[in-house]
């Protein structure tokens, strides 16, 4: 099972912004597709987004598009979640994990900490 450390959460006013950083542990990124999946209280674990291996395609939720944006940088193995315009509807806890892209699953997860994203005034 790959292993992932969530960070950057934080407390931020509706439309605000926030980057979350996602890297890898023993792994390296590139060789897999891997996501970004969100856990509102009292609902079911989402994918938010896929990112491809090549790092050339990415799927995004109906939720999110146009507002969020997933990136990686291979030189430091980190995956990224760019957040704007952010709604108190985005309030979860934010993990990575293997993607399927067809699905919007997550493969094996092995769900780690999270870093939690609270989006209120």
């Known amino acids: 099972q790959l292993h992932f450390v969530e960070s950057g959460g934080g407390l931020v006013q509706p439309g605000g912004s926030l980057r979350l950083s996602c890297a890898a542990s023993?792994?390296?990124?590139?060789?897999?597709?891997t996501g970004w999946f969100r856990q509102a209280p009292g609902k079911e674990r989402e994918a938010v987004s896929c990112?491809?291996?090549?790092?050339?395609?990415?799927r995004y939720a109906e939720s999110v598009k146009g507002r969020f944006t997933t990136s990686r940088d291979n030189a430091k193995n980190i995956m990224y979640l760019q957040m704007n315009s952010l709604e108190p509807e985005d309030t979860a806890v934010y993990y990575c994990?293997?993607?399927?892209?067809?699905?919007?699953?997550?493969?094996?997860?092995?769900w780690g900490q999270g870093t939690q994203v609270t989006v209120s005034s």
């Open positions: 990112l491809s291996s090549t790092g050339n395609s990415v």
């Open positions: 023993g792994f390296t990124l590139a060789n897999y597709v």
């Open positions: 994990a293997a993607c399927l892209i067809a699905t919007m699953t997550a493969e094996a997860p092995n």
